[in-house]
Structure formats: C-alpha cells, structure tokens
C-alpha cells in the first residue's frame, strides 16, 4: 500500500463518501488511488469552489468533509474558500498536493508553501514527511476539525510520499490523543451556577443565538428553553434558523443589516445571553455601547472568543447543547409579560421607512414570496452582497437550513456551497440567491452542475450593478460611482442553454408568483433572472 | 502592564512561525521572545514577554492555548517568579575614561569580555531593569553595539 492509498483508505474510514477537487500532476497518486475506492468525486472548474462545495455539504451533512487541489496555483486558489471556512467555523479537511520532498524549498514548477499561506485560516496544517504517519495525520486532521469550535484543518502531502510504499502495515487509530489539545471543556460548575442565577435576576432576559449554535446543534435545545421560559430570542445572520420566523419568541437578526426592533430588544434587554456568536462589526456596531447598559453572559466553546470584543461578561465556556440541556433542568420564574409585550409592541409598530421602486420586481417581495413557496426543510443559500442583506432580512424560516458566508462574505460562494449542500442532502429542495456580481463570480460552476446533473435552483437578482457597493457609494461618496456598473452582460438564457438548464425571468411582481411557482418545480437545474432596480437599496 | 508567559510547545517545525505569526496577526505585542529546548527533546520552551492592557494581556493567553502545538502555558507574576537576561555590549572608551567604566563593571556586575585601545566588550547578565540600568550607566561612553538574548523565566513553584 502506498500513501496515496494509504491516505484514501483513511477517508473512506471516515466516513467520507464525495470529495470536491481538482487534479494536477502533485496529487496525481492520489486520484489514481481514489478511482479504485468508493469515494466519489466531484470535478469542480475551479479549486475554491470545491472549498466552498464541501463547506456547504460540511454544513448540511454536519460532519466534516474534504476537498482535494494539487500544488501551488491549485493550492493557492483554495485559500479564500478556506478563509471562508474559518471565519464561519466549517470543519473541512483539505489535502493539497505538493512538490516531491527533496525540491520542497527549492522554488520548483508549481511549487507554493500554502501551509505558510493559510496559517492564519486553518486551524491546524500538516507537511506530511513520512508516509507511515499517514493514518495518525489524516485521524487528527479530522479530530481538530470536527471538535471545540470546529474549522478547516490542511494536510500538504508531497507527491513522492504519496507514491511511496508504506513500511509497516495500515492502521487506523481507534482515536487520538494530542497533549497540546483538549477540546472537550468540562463545564464549570461554579460559572454554571452564576449563570443560573443571573437568568433567575433578569426581568427583561434576552438570547443572543449566533452561527456556533447551529454548529453545535443546539436548536433543540434553546428552543426548549426558550419555550419553557418564555425568553426572546434575536439571532445573528449565522444563527438564521435556530428558530422558525413565525416564532413567538423570535424577534429578527439583530445588526447594522437587521431588524430595528431586534436592535431595540438588545438595547432595551437587562441580561443579554450571547450563544455562539462573534459579536461581530456588522452584528453589534458599539460593543463599548452594549457593555456599558446591559449585562452579559457569554456562552461560547472558544474561550478566546470572551473578551475579544465584549468587555466584562460572565463567561461561560462550552458546548451549546450541553449547557442548554442542563439549563432546561434548572426551573426559573416565568419571564414577566410585559417585557415580551413590550418587544411585540415595537415589533408591530415599527414601519419600515426604506423606499421600494415600484419597477421591475421588488427584491424584499421576491425574497418572502420565494421562501413561502419553497419546502419547508428547503435549503436557502444565500451570497454576498444585496442579496445577501435582502435575503436575510426576508428570508421566511420554516424547518429548513440558511446558508451564507457570513464572516468573509465570500462573493461566489452561493452557487458551489448549493450543490455542495444538494450532494449532501439530495431528496431536500436547494436555491441559490445570488445577485449579477456574486452569480458571475462563480458562473463557471455551472459546467460542475450540469455534468453531475445536481438539479439546485439558481435565482439571480439582476440589476447591472455591485449593489451593495454602489448603494456605499451613493451614501458615502455622493453617488460617485466608480467601478460598480456590470451593464447587460451575459446573456442568461443562453448561459442557461449552454449548460442545458431551465431558464425564467421575470421583470414584474404581478408576474412573480407564477414564475416562482415554474421555476421551483422545474424538473432539472435552472436559471431564473429577476430585473431589480437598480435604485431600490438595502437601508 | 507587561506579561511574561512561559509556554511549552511541540518541538515541531513550523511552530515558532505559527506563535510569531499569531502575535502578528492579532496585533500583541512581543518584547521578547526566547525559545529553547527542554529535558524533554520533543518539548521546547518559550518566554514570550508582552505588553499590552488586561484584555489584550488575557487574549494573548486564550489564543495560545487555542493553538493545538501549545502544550501548556503559564502566565507568570513578577513578584513570584525569576526572570533573567544576558547581554553582550561593547563600549567606546579610551585610556582616560577606562577606570571610571571599570569601576561601573565592578558596581554592576559587568564582566569584561575584551578589551581594545578603543572599546570595551562587556556581558551582563540579570533582570531585565539591572540590563536597562546598565545601558544607562555606559550610555555617555558610546554604545558601539549590543545584542540582548531576551528574557527567559520560571515560576518560583
């Protein structure tokens, strides 16, 4: 057994079952060994989208997945999917091919030191030098990327290790133990109690749910407390569907970009429960502000995280669904209902004051109307940009999963990231919602799409232009526009031809609903354009 | 406020580009940084000293026991811990100031290295502040050039 196959046999021992890639003659043994296994693979067009494939597949088959590059120019264009994966905590182990040992160093043909170039996006990186560690490596690998706040982890293998026969005989570690890593953080029972007995104080408590409770799959949970105990709960883009829209005790995304009244509930809050959250810019604009009026408990896996951004807190450090499935014993009093009523009140009378342009096809219309129409366990991948904000702001949360790339805010990652997720979990429905910019982006995925017959739906919201920057520009820079404006191009129905997908558009909200209705139940992968003015912002 | 960790890690390749680079990234401050090895060849040690406020002093803490080659790190207190430091200096001096700078070794501990008709090489060794004071003491003479090997530390328990 060589090490490629060595390195095979290990993911099939994980579990794995598709990897997103790319060959090239530094991974070349690798995919010869990988044709005679059970794994299947995914031939993307270009390696960040199989970052970004595996990521979106990581996120709906909540395990960890791979994804596979050669050397150098390979290696290096997987750095912002990567980058992509850290900031939003995706477990992903990604295997590079490098240059054979003796010319590591050397500055040879397609030679690049990616561990040197992601060492401040993964969470940990392997130069595999010897082929009998094969099996200890890939078993760590996935250890650190699947435990504590999970993330990508890299492992660089040189060709003539891949090709090298092994010196003794496979053996899969049953498990690992790294004296430098204990991600399992027993939780502390004294900081447990202070938490208790804040929430038992508070008069007007108020839940904070960001992305590391998804991550954690802790739903369930919070949303048996936050049932039990009658708590308000607002979330962060990430934690987009830690609770049904229609929730009672759902109040919105807080944030520059989110609801104004879930703003209010954090600002008016006496106790805030932060839970697997950054406490990010865009999330929490003042922190300095927030610190000083409320009171705070942050509950997070990643202790680094308290304190990075919020001053004083009561900290508690540990897994989401752990903590919640023990507070769910502890009984506390009944949250008082004026401090829900209050919430309800300004929820209702909060007018949006934004103007919508009566053209074309209003983008917060067409986000509510597509998300009622869809599945109920639908999957919504978002991009970056206006669609991003609008999609947020609008999506209608039933069961299903909302997926964006909510730390980098990765252009171009809808489109991967869907099929990605559509491999993954093949009988759910799978909608990227992308604008002209992030669609193009990554539009030469579509060759990806249409090869492997991944039936996901595409929704671009077409308005000639990077919106989110023009709108920046409008406000900041009095509508000097400079590099923004995409015009007509492409032609999307022949783009769709070209890739034998079902094609729609639409240019009013009266033609809406039945476009909607063709396009979603289109047998196949499809296409649909909506026209958007151009002028209709997102604040 | 200064902070003095002394941190054991893999002895890997890699790992002293992964510690400096978090500094790096994260905007910490290094004062001084000294690796070595240990009693143990697969450990090696660090004192990183760093300045910085409480939080930027604690985070600097989180974000190296986040990193899965830290094996362990121990912040240290002043009060209850040793730290020392060495340097090598060489002084300009000539026939008439050369007694009054001996004498300065003599006071400080400073040991004569070599000697030249213009220049004096001196190693001190001590806390970091006996290292400053002693860069104050020759500084009238002419600092030629110095080199400091940054602080190493152990808790006193």
């Known amino acids: 057994m060589n090490g490629a196959e060595a390195l095979v046999k290990c993911l099939e021992l994980e579990g794995i079952s598709t990897v997103f890639g790319y060959p090239g003659v530094a991974i070349a043994p690798f995919y010869d060994a990988m044709a005679r296994s059970s794994i299947r693979h995914i031939l993307v067009r270009q390696e960040q989208a199989a970052g970004h494939a595996a990521n979106g597949y990581a996120r709906i088959s909540r395990q960890t997945q791979v994804c596979v590059t050669s050397s150098g120019p390979g290696a290096t264009n997987l750095i912002t999917a990567l980058a992509t994966a850290y900031a939003d905590s995706i477990p992903l182990v990604a295997i590079t091919g490098q240059v054979d040992s003796h010319l590591v160093g050397r500055d040879v043909f397609q030679e690049a030191d990616i561990r040197g170039a992601t060492e401040s996006f993964v969470k940990y990186s392997y130069l595999v030098k010897n082929v009998d560690e094969i099996p200890h490596i890939v078993k760590e690998a996935f250890y650190i990327a699947s435990t504590g706040r999970k993330g990508p982890v890299l492992i660089d293998i040189p060709h003539d290790i891949q090709l090298k026969e092994m010196g003794k005989a496979f053996a899969y570690p049953e498990s690992v133990e790294m004296r430098g890593y204990k991600p399992n953080h027993k939780i502390n029972a004294q900081q447990m109690s202070k938490v208790i007995e804040a929430i038992r104080k508070a008069k007007k408590p108020l839940i904070c749910a960001g992305g590391g409770v998804i991550l954690g799959h802790g739903e369930p949970e919070i949303r048996e407390f936050v049932e039990k105990n009658r708590i308000p709960l607002v979330s962060t883009i990430m934690g987009i569907g830690v609770l049904p829209k229609s929730h009672p005790m759902y109040f919105g995304m807080l944030g520059n970009n989110g609801k104004p009244y879930a703003n209010r509930a954090v600002m008016n809050s006496d106790l805030l429960i932060i839970v697997g959250a950054r406490i990010a810019d865009r999330a929490v604009p003042k922190p300095e502000t927030l610190e000083k009026t409320v009171s705070v408990i942050h509950i997070d896996i990643d202790s680094a995280e308290i304190g990075k951004v919020l001053g004083p807190t009561l900290p508690l450090v540990g897994d989401v669904k752990e903590i919640f499935a023990m507070l769910n014993k502890e009984e506390f009093p009944q949250t008082d209902d004026n401090w829900i009523g209050s919430l309800e009140q300004i929820k209702h009378s909060t007018v949006d004051q934004r103007h919508w342009s009566e053209n074309l096809v209003n983008p917060m219309l067409l986000v509510q109307m597509l998300s009622e129409k869809m599945d109920k366990d639908a999957i919504y991948v978002a991009d970056v940009g206006q669609n991003q904000l609008w999609s947020a702001d609008n999506y209608v949360m039933q069961e299903g999963r909302f997926l964006t790339s909510g730390g980098m805010g990765t252009m171009g990652y809808s489109i991967p990231a869907a099929f990605g997720a559509k491999i993954g979990a093949p009988d759910k429905q799978v909608v990227a919602v992308c604008g002209d910019g992030s669609f193009q982006m990554s539009m030469y995925e579509l060759g990806t799409i249409a090869v492997n017959k991944v039936p996901v739906k595409i929704l671009v919201m077409k308005n000639g232009y990077l919106g989110l920057v023009r709108e920046h520009q409008e406000k900041v820079f009095e509508s000097r526009y400079s590099g923004v404006a995409l015009y007509d191009y492409p032609y999307y129905d022949k783009i769709a031809e070209a890739y034998d997908m079902g094609y729609f558009r639409c240019s009013s909200n009266e033609a809406l609903p039945d476009e909607l209705e063709k396009f979603l139940h289109y047998d196949g992968a499809a296409i649909m354009v909506c026209d958007i003015d151009a002028s209709n912002n997102v604040i | ?157």
């Open chain 2, 1 to 157: 406020m200064k902070g003095i960790f002394s941190v054991l890690v893999e002895n890997r390749d890699g790992v002293l580009s992964q510690i400096s680079g978090l500094f790096a990234r994260r905007g910490f401050n290094i004062d001084s940084l000294v690796v070595g090895t240990t009693e143990q060849k697969d450990v090696s040690s660090m004192t990183i000293v760093s300045t910085g406020d409480q939080r930027t002093i604690d985070q600097i803490e989180k974000h190296l026991n986040k990193k899965p080659d830290v094996i362990k790190v121990r912040r240290l207190d002043e009060s209850k811990s040793i730290s020392l430091e060495m340097m090598l200096i060489k002084v300009g001096c000539t026939q008439a100031n050369r007694g009054s700078l001996i004498e300065i070794c003599t006071v400080m501990g400073g040991k004569i290295m070599h000697v030249t008709p213009r220049a004096m090489m001196i190693e001190v060794h001590g806390t970091p502040e006996t290292i400053e004071d002693f860069i104050e003491m020759v500084r009238s003479y002419g600092i030629i050039e110095l080199q400091r090997t940054g602080t190493i530390s152990l808790g006193r328990t």
